[in-house]
């Protein structure tokens, strides 16, 4: 059985805070304690298998002599829905039979800042796809007069189990249209994102260089290429915004692109993989997706061609701006639409494997309809890739 260690995004080393916040004296004047996570306390790990995942917990100071650090795990759900409410998530509370703390304690040893590793078992038996796993841990005491800033006690342990779908493959002339979109009132908004799961096979080889992705050309579309950059760019286009990638794109790669336009704020943003690629101004306010410019709304193709030669497997369009965070958390699957439909404004979602085969899974009626030879994949495509 594979270990698998929590990968840290960063090491949250709490020394530069101001003394007032500082509850140490004597030996460990100054010396604070934390768990080992990222800015916003998550220890983050992918699981393929169930297995065990590691943590450390850090001090502000090197310590002079052992110190014992101890902790417990949390089953209060109002710890967990106050995190959440703070980042923007929607993780659910670990299962309490899907893991076991082989220790409560973490030893710093003297000279050293970082604790030994500490273990947890983790089941991901009856894991639902698309659902984000959290167990809140806190900081109890320690065998010092170390302690923690007050508030920052916490750390939560994020599992994410990974996605296993179906794709659609789009042979160059295959898409998806969505003639239920057309001049529908819920598509003409000031504030949207909208955001595909997506492997080209290709780039467009003659003018105007574009491989479709998803959108209205002439108002609201993600695009591979144009005239403007080169066909392995990401582009959006439309009336009044336009922006184009700075990465450039592999072939036989996938990747997860959004865009989050706010036309109240005047704001656009291109993310990669849930990062933030670019931004620029936008030049109006409205953003109506259903509206028709030689074709409808569509997913590998605009204006009756620029079609995709490429696999798609999850797109979205939402009525408000997603953040970062739920970007790169929702990038494979989202658990329950019709819920993210009533509350989050989630408008349309596209599910583009065999089972579904562009169906809207929010219950809003945007259906999807193929064209051409779309044909689809064994459901052995993880995610994240």
């Given at each position: 059985?594979?270990?698998?260690?929590?990968?840290?995004?960063?090491?949250?080393?709490?020394?530069?805070?101001?003394?007032?916040?500082?509850?140490?004296?004597?030996?460990?004047?100054?010396?604070?304690?934390?768990?080992?996570?990222?800015?916003?306390?998550?220890?983050?790990?992918?699981?393929?298998?169930?297995?065990?995942?590691?943590?450390?917990?850090?001090?502000?100071?090197?310590?002079?002599?052992?110190?014992?650090?101890?902790?417990?795990?949390?089953?209060?759900?109002?710890?967990?829905?106050?995190?959440?409410?703070?980042?923007?998530?929607?993780?659910?509370?670990?299962?309490?039979?899907?893991?076991?703390?082989?220790?409560?304690?973490?030893?710093?040893?003297?000279?050293?800042?970082?604790?030994?590793?500490?273990?947890?078992?983790?089941?991901?038996?009856?894991?639902?796809?698309?659902?984000?796993?959290?167990?809140?841990?806190?900081?109890?005491?320690?065998?010092?007069?170390?302690?923690?800033?007050?508030?920052?006690?916490?750390?939560?342990?994020?599992?994410?189990?990974?996605?296993?779908?179906?794709?659609?493959?789009?042979?160059?002339?295959?898409?998806?249209?969505?003639?239920?979109?057309?001049?529908?009132?819920?598509?003409?908004?000031?504030?949207?994102?909208?955001?595909?799961?997506?492997?080209?096979?290709?780039?467009?080889?003659?003018?105007?260089?574009?491989?479709?992705?998803?959108?209205?050309?002439?108002?609201?579309?993600?695009?591979?290429?144009?005239?403007?950059?080169?066909?392995?760019?990401l582009q959006l286009a439309g009336q009044g915004v336009s922006i184009t990638s700075k990465a450039h794109f592999d072939t036989g790669k996938w990747y997860h692109v959004a865009v989050v336009a706010d036309g109240i704020k005047q704001t656009c943003d291109l993310y990669i993989n849930g990062e933030?690629?670019?931004?620029?101004?936008?030049?109006?306010?409205?953003?109506?997706?259903?509206?028709?410019?030689?074709?409808?709304?569509?997913?590998?193709?605009?204006?009756?061609?620029?079609?995709?030669?490429?696999?798609?497997?999850?797109?979205?369009?939402?009525?408000?701006?997603?953040?970062?965070?739920?970007?790169?958390?929702?990038?494979?699957?989202?658990?329950?639409?019709?819920?993210?439909?009533?509350?989050?404004?989630?408008?349309?979602?596209?599910?583009?494997?065999?089972?579904?085969?562009?169906?809207?899974?929010?219950?809003?009626?945007?259906?999807?309809?193929?064209?051409?030879?779309?044909?689809?994949?064994e459901a052995n495509i993880r995610c994240p890739e």
């Amino acid at each position: 059985m594979k270990k698998i260690f929590i990968a840290l995004s960063a090491i949250a080393l709490l020394a530069s805070c101001q003394k007032s916040v500082l509850y140490t004296q004597g030996l460990y004047d100054n010396g604070i304690v934390a768990f080992k996570s990222n800015a916003s306390g998550e220890l983050s790990a992918f699981l393929e298998e169930s297995g065990p995942v590691t943590f450390m917990l850090t001090s502000s100071v090197k310590v002079d002599e052992d110190v014992t650090v101890n902790f417990e795990p949390s089953r209060d759900q109002a710890v967990l829905d106050a995190f959440n409410k703070s980042q923007g998530t929607s993780y659910e509370l670990l299962p309490e039979e899907n893991y076991k703390l082989l220790e409560k304690s973490a030893l710093i040893k003297a000279g050293s800042a970082v604790s030994d590793p500490v273990t947890m078992n983790v089941s991901i038996d009856g894991f639902k796809n698309g659902v984000i796993y959290c167990l809140p841990l806190k900081i109890t005491g320690t065998s010092s007069s170390m302690t923690t800033i007050p508030g920052q006690e916490y750390a939560y342990v994020v599992i994410r189990g990974y996605v296993y779908a179906s794709a659609a493959n789009l042979p160059g002339g295959s898409y998806f249209e969505m003639p239920t979109t057309v001049n529908d009132p819920r598509l003409q908004l000031e504030v949207c994102t909208m955001e595909i799961r997506v492997k080209a096979n290709s780039w467009a080889g003659s003018n105007p260089y574009i491989s479709s992705l998803i959108g209205v050309e002439e108002n609201f579309l993600l695009r591979f290429g144009d005239i403007s950059c080169d066909p392995n760019q990401l582009q959006l286009a439309g009336q009044g915004v336009s922006i184009t990638s700075k990465a450039h794109f592999d072939t036989g790669k996938w990747y997860h692109v959004a865009v989050v336009a706010d036309g109240i704020k005047q704001t656009c943003d291109l993310y990669i993989n849930g990062e933030l690629d670019s931004s620029t101004p936008m030049g109006g306010k409205g953003i109506n997706l259903g509206k028709v410019y030689n074709s409808k709304f569509a997913i590998g193709m605009s204006e009756s061609g620029r079609y995709l030669n490429g696999q798609v497997s999850e797109a979205r369009v939402w009525g408000r701006k997603l953040s970062a965070t739920e970007l790169m958390n929702n990038q494979c699957a989202i658990a329950d639409p019709v819920k993210e439909a009533k509350e989050n404004k989630l408008l349309g979602y596209w599910k583009l494997d065999a089972d579904n085969r562009g169906k809207d899974l929010t219950g809003n009626g945007f259906e999807g309809y193929t064209h051409g030879s779309v044909s689809y994949t064994e459901a052995n495509i993880r995610c994240p890739e």
